[in-house]
C-alpha cells in the first residue's frame, strides 16, 4: 500500500500541498471541504447565540443591532462560505474528474484560484463584522441596506459576496467545460454518473444566474457610497427591481445548493442498498427540468411586494411545477431502496435522514409557491422552517452523507463506523426538535428575524433552542471521528464499498492524475445484480 | 396471494386518504380566523395541508417500510435484483403530481383573487419626495372604509381621511370592507394580522393597498414581518375590531379630542421615536412630537 502515496515533490511534507496553490483537482476539493467546514463552525456558532437570545421573549442577551449583525453573518456564511462551496467547490472537484475518467478539471489553474477567492473573501466578511456588521439579513433589501448605520460593514459584505460569486462562475466555466469535453473517450453522457449531471445542472444555473446578484450588489454598493438612486426611492429609485435582480440569483441559488446534494444521494443509494439507481435517465433529466424552472420562479419570494397580479399566478404555477421533478427524484430513490439489501453505514443513514427530510421540506415548499397561501406564512417562522428543511435536512445531511461516503477514497482511511451513528442520530433529532416547531410558531403568527417575539411563542422557542444544542453537541463526534480516523484509522482498501463508479477503481487515496495508467472504461455505473462484478 | 396483495395495498391507501382529510380538517394549525379572506384562506389551507400530509404520510410510510424490511442479513454479500426501471410505474408518479399541482394552482388562483378583491392591488407609483404626494384619499368606494397607514422604524400610525383623526391603533368596523393605503416613511416594512391571513409589504416611494372585510370583534396584533431596523421585532400595534355603531363613536371621540389638543397614544417603541426621521408629513411629526414631550 505504500506505493500508494502521491508522486508529490518528495521533498516537502505531503501535507503542506493543503496550504499552497496546489493545481491537482483532488487537493482543491479538499481544500474546499475543510475550509467551508471551518466556516460552518462559525456560522454555527452564531446560530448558537441566535438561539440563546430567542429563548426568552424579551431581547436581553444580545444588543437588538448586534442581533440583526449575527443573523445576517450566520445566513451569509452558511450559504456563501458553507453549502455552496462544499457541495460544488468540495465535491465538484473531487469528483467529477475521477467520474469521468478524466486526469484533472479542464482548467486547472483557473480552479486553484477559485479556491484561493474564497479564503480572502471570507476573512473580509468575517472583517465587516467588525467594523460595524452589516444587519440587513443575506437578502440586503433597500433601502435599509442603503439607509443603514453600519456602513462599512455593508460595504465589505457586498464586495465579499461579489468575490465568492466571481469565484462560483470561475468554477462553473470549468465544470461545464470538464464535464462536456474532458470524458473518458467511450463514456457517453449517460453514462456518466448522476452526480455528474447534477453538478452540470447546478453549473449552468450558477452561471447565468451569478452574473445578475454581481450587477444587483454593484448597484446597491453606488447607492450607498455615490448617492446614485438605483434603488433608493427618496431619488426616484426602485427597490423592488433589487428584489427582483436579488431573487433572479438567490432562487437559482437553492438549487446550486441542492442539486449537487441530490447528485451524492443518488450515488450513494445503489451502493449501500446493493441496486441499480431507478430511472437513471429521469433523474438526470428532472436534474435538467429543475434547472430551467428554477430560472423562471423568482418572484415566490415577492408575493408581498406589490407585484402585479398576473405575475403572482405566473409565479405560483411555475412554483408549484417544481414539485414535478423533485417529486420523479424521491420516488425513484425510494424504488432504488425497493427490495434491496440495505446497509446501514453512516453515509447511509444520512441519506436516508435526507429523503425523510428533504419530503418535508419540499412539501411546505409547494404550499408556500402558491400565492395566497404565502400572503400569511412569507416572512414568518414557517419559512424559516422550510429552508432549513431542505438545506440542513437537505444540503447539510447530504453534504455528512457524501463525506462518510468518500472518506475512504479521500484520505485513504476508514472513520469509525459506531461515532458515525452516534453524529447521525444526535443530528437528526437534534435537528428535528429545533426546526419542526418553527412551521406552527410561523402558522401561529411569530415574524421571522426578530429579537423580540409575543410571549406566547416561549415554550415553542424553548424546545427549538434546546435542539440547537443538541446539534450543537452532535458535531462533536463527528470532528473528533474524522480527525482520528484521517490521522490513525484502519487503511483504506481501493473500494471498500463495492461500488461500481469509476472513483473507486483506483487507489484511496488516488494518486496524482488519478490513475496509474489508463482510467478503465464504465459505462454502467449502477449495474448492481446485473453484470458478474465484485 | 396477489388478491391479499392488492387488498392490502387498497386498505393502506385508504387509510392514508383518511388521515389526510381528517388532518386537513383538524390540523388547528392557525389562529382563529378573523376576516372573510382568512375563511377563504383556510379552505385552501386546509386542503393543501391534508394533501401534504398524505404525501408525507405515503412516502415516509414507503421509507420506513424499506427500512424495515430490505435491511441486508448478517453475511449476505450479494446484490438486490438488478431492476433499474418501470416505464408504467414513472408515468404514474409524474403524471399524477402534474395533475395534482395544476389542480391546486386553479385553486389557488381562485382563492387568491377572491382574497385581494377583484379589484388589482394597483400601485402608485411617485416621482417626487413622498412627503409632498401624501394623498389622503376622501371619498372613497361606496361602504368602504379608508384607513391610510404610514409606517416607518419603528411604529405603525393610522389616519382616517375625512376626519382629523390621527392614531397609533387601528380602528375597523365589523362586516365593513376596509380598504388600507399604506406608505412607508423610510424602508420596506409589511404589515401583517395573522387571524386576516393577510400580509403587504409598505414601500417607500409607492402607496400599496390591502383590503379585508373583519368578520370578528376584538383586538388583533399588527405585526411587521419586513425586516426594518434594530427594533423590527417591536414594531406592533393593535387593530380593533369595532360594532360599526361603536367605530363611529370612536372616531367622534377621538376626533374631539385631537381637537383639544390631547396626544393620542402611538403604542410601542415610544423610545425610539427620538429618531423619527424628518420627512415624516407634518401632521404625524406633529403627534409623535406631543407624545415625546408628555
Ligand atoms: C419543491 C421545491 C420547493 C418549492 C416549491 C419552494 C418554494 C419556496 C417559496 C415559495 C419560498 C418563498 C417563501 C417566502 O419567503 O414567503 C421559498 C423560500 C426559500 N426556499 Fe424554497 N422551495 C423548494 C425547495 C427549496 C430547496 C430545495 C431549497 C434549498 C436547498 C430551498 C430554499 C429556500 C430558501 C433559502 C428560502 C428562503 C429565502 C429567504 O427568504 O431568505 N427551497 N421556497
Ligand atoms: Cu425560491
Ligand atoms: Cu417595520
Redesign the interface.
Known amino acids: 500500500m505504500t506505493t500508494a502515496v502521491t508522486s508529490y515533490s518528495a521533498s516537502r511534507p505531503e501535507w503542506l500541498k493543503y496550504f499552497s496553490f496546489c493545481i491537482d483537482h483532488k487537493v482543491i476539493g479538499i481544500q474546499y471541504i475543510v475550509t467551508s467546514f471551518l466556516f460552518y463552525l462559525i456560522g454555527g456558532a452564531l446560530a448558537g447565540l441566535v438561539r440563546a437570545e430567542l429563548t426568552t421573549p424579551e ?1 436581553d442577551l444580545l ?3 448586534l442581533y ?1 449583525g449575527m443573523f445576517t453573518l450566520h445566513g451569509t456564511i452558511m450559504i456563501f462560505l458553507w453549502i455552496v462551496p462544499a457541495v460544488t467547490g468540495g465535491f465538484g472537484n473531487y469528483l467529477v474528474p475521477l467520474m469521468i475518467g478524466a486526469r484533472d478539471m479542464a482548467f486547472p489553474r483557473l480552479n486553484a484560484l477559485a479556491f484561493w477567492m474564497t479564503i480572502p473573501a471570507g476573512l473580509l466578511l468575517i472583517a465587516s463584522f467588525f467594523v460595524g456588521p452589516a ?3 443575506w437578502t440586503a ?1 433597500p ?2 441596506s442603503i ?1 443603514t448605520d453600519q456602513k462599512a460593514g455593508q460595504v465589505l459584505w457586498i464586495l465579499s459576496i461579489i468575490m465568492i460569486g466571481t469565484s462560483s462562475i470561475l468554477a462553473a466555466v470549468n465544470f461545464i467545460t470538464t464535464i462536456l469535453k474532458m470524458r473518458r473517450p467511450g463514456m457517453g453522457l449517460f453514462h456518466m454518473p448522476l452526480f455528474c449531471w447534477a453538478m452540470l445542472a447546478t453549473s449552468v444555473l450558477a452561471l447565468l444566474a451569478t452574473p445578475v446578484l454581481a450587477g444587483a450588489l454593484i448597484l446597491l454598493l453606488f447607492d450607498i457610497c455615490f448617492g446614485t438612486v438605483f434603488f433608493n ?2 431619488g ?5 427591481v433589487y428584489q427582483h435582480l436579488f431573487w433572479f440569483y438567490s432562487h437559482p441559488a437553492v438549487y446550486v445548493m441542492i442539486l449537487p446534494v441530490f447528485g451524492i444521494i443518488s450515488e450513494i443509494l445503489p451502493v449501500h ?8 435517465k ?1 433523474i438526470a433529466y428532472s436534474s435538467m427540468m429543475i434547472c430551467c424552472l428554477g430560472l423562471l420562479v423568482w418572484a415566490h419570494h415577492m408575493f ?3 407585484t ?2 398576473w405575475l ?2 405566473f409565479f ?2 411555475g412554483t ?2 417544481v ?2 421533478p423533485t ?2 427524484k ?3 430513490w ?2 432504488t ?8 453505514r453512516s453515509s447511509m443513514l444520512f441519506a ?1 435522514g435526507f ?2 427530510l428533504f ?2 421540506g419540499g ?2 415548499g ?2 408556500l409557491g ?4 404565502d ?2 406564512v ?3 417562522y414557517f419559512v424559516v422552517a422550510h429552508f432549513h428543511y431542505v438545506l440542513f435536512g437537505g444540503s447539510v445531511f447530504g453534504i455528512y452523507a457524501g463525506l462518510y461516503h468518500w472518506f475512504p477514497k479521500m484520505t485513504g482511511r476508514m472513520y469509525n463506523e459506531f461515532w458515525g451513528r452516534v453524529h447521525f442520530f444526535l443530528t437528526y433529532i437534534g435537528f428535528n426538535l429545533c426546526f419542526f416547531p418553527m ?2 410558531l410561523g ?3 411569530m ?8 410571549p406566547q411563542f416561549t415554550s415553542l422557542n424553548v424546545i427549538c433552542s434546546i435542539g440547537a444544542l443538541i446539534l450543537a453537541l452532535s458535531t462533536i463526534p463527528f470532528l473528533v471521528n474524522m480527525i482520528y480516523s484521517w490521522t490513525r484509522g484502519e487503511r483504506a482498501s481501493g473500494n471498500p464499498w463495492r461500488a461500481l463508479t469509476l472513483e473507486w477503481t483506483t487507489l484511496s487515496p488516488p494518486p496524482t492524475e488519478n490513475w496509474h495508467g489508463e482510467p478503465p472504461l464504465v459505462t454502467e455505473p ?5 453484470s458478474s462484478h ?1 | 396471494m396477489k388478491a391479499q396483495r392488492i387488498v392490502s395495498i387498497v386498505v393502506l391507501v385508504g387509510l392514508i386518504i383518511s388521515a389526510a382529510v381528517w388532518y386537513g380538517i383538524n390540523n388547528h ?3 382563529e380566523a378573523a376576516g372573510l379572506e382568512a375563511e ?2 383556510d379552505r ?2 386546509n386542503t ?2 391534508g394533501i ?1 400530509f398524505g ?2 404520510l405515503l ?2 410510510g ?2 420506513v417500510f ?2 424495515l424490511v ?4 448478517p453475511g ?11 416505464l408504467r ?2 408515468i404514474l ?2 403524471a399524477i ?2 395533475v395534482t ?2 389542480w ?2 386553479i385553486y ?2 381562485l ?3 377572491r ?2 378583491g377583484k379589484e ?2 394597483t ?1 402608485a407609483h411617485h ?4 412627503h409632498t404626494t401624501y394623498v389622503a384619499m376622501t371619498e372613497g368606494e361606496e361602504g368602504v372604509t379608508e384607513v391610510d397607514v404610514t409606517a416607518m422604524q419603528f411604529a405603525w400610525i393610522f389616519t382616517y381621511p375625512g376626519t382629523e383623526v390621527t392614531s397609533g391603533e387601528l380602528h375597523v368596523p365589523l362586516g365593513k370592507k376596509v380598504r388600507l393605503n399604506m406608505q412607508a416613511m ?3 416594512h ?1 404589515f ?1 394580522v ?1 387571524e386576516l ?5 409598505a ?4 402607496t ?1 393597498h390591502l383590503e379585508f372585510t373583519p368578520t370578528r370583534l376584538g383586538t388583533f ?1 399588527i ?12 414594531m406592533r400595534a393593535e387593530m380593533v375590531v369595532d360594532t360599526p355603531a361603536d367605530y363611529q363613536k370612536w372616531l367622534a371621540e377621538q376626533a374631539v379630542a385631537q381637537k383639544q389638543g390631547k396626544a393620542i397614544a402611538i403604542k410601542p417603541g415610544e423610545e425610539f421615536f427620538a429618531s423619527i426621521p424628518h ?1 415624516v408629513p407634518a401632521h404625524i411629526h406633529h403627534v409623535i412630537n406631543e407624545e415625546l414631550v408628555r
Open positions: 431581547p444588543d437588538p443591532s440583526n444587519s440587513t439579513g433589501y433601502p435599509l439607509l426611492p427618496a426616484g429609485g426602485d427597490p423592488v442498498a446493493r441496486k441499480p439507481i431507478f430511472g437513471y429521469a408581498t411586494s406589490a402585479p397580479d403572482r399566478i405560483t404555477v408549484l411545477l414539485a414535478v417529486g420523479i424521491v420516488f425513484s425510494i424504488a431502496l425497493w427490495r434491496g439489501k440495505i446497509h446501514f436516508l429523503v425523510s419530503v418535508m412539501l411546505a409547494v404550499m402558491s400565492a395566497p397561501i400572503l400569511h412569507h416572512d414568518t412551521h406552527i402558522l401561529q403568527g415574524p421571522r428575524r426578530v429579537a423580540q417575539y409575543d449502477y449495474a448492481y445484480g446485473i465484485s | 394549525l392557525l389562529p377563504a384562506y385552501l389551507f393543501m395541508v401534504a404525501v408525507f412516502i415516509e414507503l421509507l424499506a427500512i430490505f435491511q441486508r442479513r449476505d454479500e450479494e446484490d438486490g435484483p438488478g431492476i433499474g426501471e418501470n410505474l414513472e408518479w409524474t403530481p402534474i399541482v395544476l391546486l394552482s389557488s388562483t382563492v387568491y383573487n382574497m385581494v388589482p392591488l400601485i416621482h417626487a419626495h413622498p423610510d424602508v420596506i409589511a401583517w395573522p391571513r393577510l400580509k403587504q409589504d414601500i417607500p416611494g409607492m400599496t396584533n405585526v411587521c414581518t419586513e425586516l426594518c431596523g434594530a427594533y423590527h421585532g417591536g420627512h
